[in-house]
């Protein structure tokens, strides 16, 4: 099938199938093809010389691995032909794509822990070492690396591997990551060198708002296995143990939150390369590291991603020299250091915003976010910190020689290297940047864990923030490896530290005044992000290795309901977070009880575990009975008759629609009394965590679009579009982060990089553009695009596991035009807003035409004042 091609399989949620901790990984392929309504029909696998044969399938996501299993350091060599509809021959065969186990038992592991010597206080670096000799050529070499820290491994002189804060940050009591490289080309007959630079990371350096560190231990650690194969088979195995030797890093100070300091008059040239003298230098001292814990990534690691240019060099009020990027990001500044005399000194601090000309740090609380180079005399050169990240817009540079300009300076962007899939455009410039800085404020805090904000001193792995952002982001990237490590840090801390209880940031650190406890929308990550996953991906297999996970929650959750799911008072619960009402020292202030909250999302979230035991061919009887007695619950107590809220809020209203919480007869007046509320408060936003990504659904669904279309188009604080308004380029934590007059919000918490709000997005890729999954992993698609007033087109792209998928539509008065994409081997529904039927359409490209009624502005009453009808 000449017209039909396939591209390269892909291995599990890999991007790089390279040191993998799966036997029998799943594979998925996506074929590409003009050809209308085509579907496979078959496929054959082929694993070295394994062959699947022609298998009589339409799958092709996730199939199982039928070969036989791979044992550790195991190559094979997988690709992949199909057959589609009509067609007796099959498309050519996929390129090759090489799958390599990493190190699977425990006994594969030789190495040793070793520990620098302790070089002062602080938080300096440090630099280990040994030379090794290979008397044969060298057929192949993997590095297996991890660390108690952050480490960044080199051989022969040359850095190995593009990654950044390696090993990352999981739950290491129980989990420890460790990296597979391909080194083959560093290495040579003869003699080599291989060294580690090591510093603090999240292990042992300052975590949480707390001013504490040495949460896991006192000492930094490498745990490095070099595995090199010659000719003749055999292979030369270099570790970590008590030969290698280590000195004081030339980076004297290198923390996550206050930054790092390179004095380059202390450099070592040439340290990681054979022949250099490490006589003074200290041997290293052994430690222990339980190779139990030891795991291979599921997803890609942190990387640098892309550079952002200086957009102005300007003079604060004060005198200080302020370069703006133009854009609030995550990662570090790389400079060109002019030719200066030695020990001069250049100190650049970072921070999101101005404040009144100044650079507003108060916002960062402990974290220095500064860093700092002492030159060297020894002429110009490239400089970029290696160990931190800071989340900026602007810098402040002092002590720099001469004129600062901007070619002498970039920002370099780190986040987890997720693959972008999804894509969103609309007339509205506003809204389209709006969606832009909920991209960026992804990027931001996808840095090795979903994270709640990265520039102060917290940074943690909010459970309550990517529950409720979980949809948009898998809409924008793939973000199921990464999430996949994630969720089972959860897990683990959940069952085997918390007794069922899920901590409210993961990995979990006791910074708080308070118990652990479950708390409603935090612990429901638990259930509601691998539900959020499955739908989006088809992968039945998360659910499997999350059940234990999902259920015990429930469980917990009931627990804390009582007997008559009536969440008694007492304890401290999130609720509504940032609620708009709520004052800035008081941000569980919502106007919705939290016990409200509860009731509603432990209802949620007891049919989503039912539905899941379904998946899995499970008995949810008992989450489903729970389910509706916490429905019920919510509706005797919250919910009159006529299906008004007791607590008039656009969060209760929205939780009690869309957590499908309401009989039919209360439905219909409730989603009046939604929009009404939406009304009486001035058709701002008046929600907080829980409620903001549910309200504009919510309206969409009772049939209030117009008031959904007012709500994100209002441009006055608090509302989405208030802070593009005040130049915002990322999500804020608070509606008015910033004041209309400049200043920083007060509260003692106001991040200016803090996706959670940004969870409307999703409401713009299913209701604005119209593109959603009809079935898990967009086997089957939905398309059902709402035109409303304001907005006259919109667009929206993601690349589903079958292929790219793609809606966008224009309205030019009452002329309605719609192109749609669907991929091979699905269909779609498409659902035009001109109320006629459904329409069913297969894979390809199809377009339509409608004339339609697009939805009127809603109507305000006298009391809004039209300042253009004055003018």
Same mark, same amino acid.
Do not use: K
């Given at each position: 099938m000449s017209d039909v091609t396939v591209a390269p399989v892909t291995v599990e949620h890999h991007r790089e199938p390279l040191g993998i901790g799966d036997i029998r990984p799943r594979l998925s392929w996506v074929t590409s093809? @003009?050809? #209308?309504?085509?579907?496979?029909? $078959?496929? @054959?696998?082929?694993?070295?010389?394994?062959s699947s044969g022609r298998v009589a399938s339409d799958e092709s996501v996730l199939v199982p691995w039928g070969a036989p299993p791979l044992t550790s350091r195991e190559r094979r060599s997988v690709r992949v032909r199909v057959w589609g509809t009509g067609a007796a021959e099959p498309s050519a065969w996929s390129e090759d794509v090489v799958v390599e186990a990493g190190l699977l038992e425990?006994?594969?592991?030789?190495?040793?822990?070793?520990? #620098?010597?302790?070089?002062? @206080?602080?938080e300096p670096a440090a630099l280990l070492r040994r030379e090794f000799v290979l008397d044969r050529p060298v057929v192949r070499a993997r590095l297996y690396a991890t660390a108690q820290g952050v480490y960044e491994a080199e051989l022969n002189g040359a850095v190995v591997g593009d990654q950044v804060l390696a090993p990352g940050w999981t739950s290491y009591r129980h989990r420890l990551r460790y990296q597979t490289h391909d080194v083959t080309g560093l290495l040579r007959e003869g003699a080599n060198a291989i060294g580690v630079h090591l510093a603090d990371g999240w292990f042992t350096g300052f975590l949480g708002f707390t001013g504490k560190r040495d949460w896991y231990g006192d000492r930094t650690g490498a745990f490095v296995q070099l595995e090199v194969e010659h000719p003749d088979g055999s292979r030369t195995v270099v570790?970590?143990?008590?030969?290698?030797? +280590?000195? #004081?890093?030339?980076?004297?100070?290198?923390?996550?939150?206050?930054?790092?300091?390179?004095?380059?008059?202390?450099?070592?040239?040439?340290?990681?390369?054979?022949?250099?003298?490490?006589?003074?230098?200290?041997p290293v001292e052994t430690g222990s590291l339980d190779v139990g814990t030891l795991v291979a990534p599921t997803g890609p690691p942190v990387r640098r991603t892309g550079t952002v240019p200086v957009r102005e060099i300007s003079t604060s009020p004060s005198g200080a020299t302020l370069v703006d990027f133009g854009q609030n990001l995550v990662g570090r500044i790389r400079f060109a250091l002019p030719d200066a005399p030695a020990g001069t000194e250049i100190t650049v601090r970072h921070a999101e915003v101005l404040e009144h000309g100044e650079l507003g740090t108060r916002p960062l609380k402990a974290a220095r976010a500064t860093d700092v180079v002492v030159l060297d005399g020894n002429g110009p050169r490239t400089w970029e910190p290696r160990f931190t990240s800071h989340g900026f817009r602007y810098a402040e540079v002092s002590g720099w020689p001469g004129e600062l300009t901007a070619d002498a300076?970039?920002?370099?962007?780190?986040?987890?290297?997720?693959?972008?899939?999804?894509?969103? +455009?609309?007339?509205d410039p506003d809204v389209e940047r709006l969606h832009e800085n909920v991209v960026w404020g992804m990027r931001g805090n996808f840095l090795d864990l979903p994270t709640d904000c990265p520039q102060r001193d917290e940074r943690l792995g909010w459970t309550g923030d990517l529950q409720v952002f979980a949809p948009t982001a898998s809409f924008l990237y793939d973000t199921t490896g990464m999430l996949r490590s994630w969720l089972a840090d959860l897990a683990v801390e959940q069952l085997e530290d918390h007794d069922g209880i899920v901590p409210m940031y993961v990995p979990f650190l006791p910074l708080l005044p308070f118990p652990l406890q479950a708390d409603v929308g935090w612990g429901d990550a638990a259930v509601v992000v691998p539900w959020?996953?499955?739908?989006?991906?088809?992968?039945?297999?998360?659910? $499997?290795?999350?059940?234990? +996970?999902?259920? $015990?929650?429930?469980?917990?959750?009931?627990?804390?309901?009582?007997?008559?799911?009536?969440?008694? @008072?007492?304890?401290?619960?999130?609720?509504?977070?940032?609620?708009?009402?709520?004052?800035?020292?008081?941000?569980a202030a919502a106007r919705t009880p939290w016990q409200c909250v509860a009731t509603a999302y432990l209802a949620r979230s007891a049919r989503t575990v039912a539905e899941a035991a379904e998946v899995l061919g499970r008995d949810g009887t008992r989450f489903a009975d729970l389910a509706e007695r916490a429905a019920q619950r919510f509706r005797a107590e919250y919910v009159t008759p006529t299906g008004r809220v007791t607590f008039p809020s656009q969060t209760a209203y929205a939780l009690a629609l869309e957590f499908d919480l309401l009989t039919p007869e209360q439905r219909e007046h409730a989603g009046a009394l939604l929009a009404e509320q939406v009304l009486k408060d001035g058709f701002h936003i008046a929600t907080g965590f829980l409620g903001t990504p549910l309200v504009t659904d919510a309206l969409t669904s009772a049939g209030e679009l117009p008031?959904?279309? =007012?709500?994100?188009?209002?441009? =006055?604080?608090?509302?989405?579009?208030?802070?593009?308004?005040?130049?915002?380029?990322?999500?804020?934590?608070?509606?008015?982060?910033?004041l209309p007059d400049g200043t920083i919000n007060p509260g003692e918490m106001t991040s200016f990089n803090h996706y959670a709000l940004g969870a409307v997005a999703d409401w713009l890729h299913r209701t604005v553009a119209g593109l959603a999954p009809a079935a898990p992993g967009y086997r089957r698609l939905r398309v059902a695009p709402r035109p409303g007033p304001g907005i006259t087109a919109a667009a929206?792209?993601?690349?589903?596991?079958?292929?790219?998928?793609?809606?966008?539509?224009?309205?030019?008065?009452?002329?309605?035009?719609?192109d749609v994409v669907v991929p091979p081997s699905t269909t779609a529904e498409v659902?035009?807003?001109?109320?006629?039927a459904p329409v069913e359409v297969g894979s390809g490209r199809h377009s339509f035409t409608r004339e339609i009624t697009v939805p009127a502005p809603v109507e305000k009453p006298a009391l809004f004042f039209d300042p253009d009808a004055h003018s």
């Open positions: 093809t @003009e050809l #209308p309504d085509w579907h496979q029909t $078959a496929y @054959e696998l082929e694993v070295d010389d394994w425990p006994a594969d592991w030789t190495a040793t822990l070793v520990r #620098p010597v302790p070089v002062g @206080e602080g570790t970590t143990d008590g030969s290698w030797r +280590s000195a #004081p890093s030339p980076l004297t100070r290198a923390g996550l939150y206050n930054g790092e300091t390179f004095d380059s008059r202390r450099e070592l040239p040439g340290w990681s390369a054979p022949a250099f003298d490490d006589g003074d230098w200290a300076l970039e920002a370099v962007v780190l986040h987890t290297d997720l693959r972008r899939t999804g894509t969103f +455009s609309c007339s959020v996953l499955y739908q989006r991906t088809g992968d039945a297999g998360l659910l $499997a290795d999350q059940w234990a +996970s999902m259920t $015990a929650w429930i469980d917990v959750f009931a627990a804390r309901a009582g007997a008559d799911l009536d969440f008694p @008072e007492g304890g401290f619960s999130f609720g509504d977070w940032l609620d708009t009402a709520a004052p800035p020292d008081n941000p008031t959904a279309y =007012e709500l994100l188009l209002q441009r =006055e604080n608090p509302s989405w579009l208030y802070p593009v308004t005040m130049g915002a380029t990322t999500i804020w934590e608070r509606w008015d982060s910033m929206a792209t993601h690349d589903t596991p079958y292929g790219p998928a793609s809606v966008s539509w224009t309205v030019d008065g009452s002329d309605f035009a719609l659902v035009l807003p001109d109320g006629g």
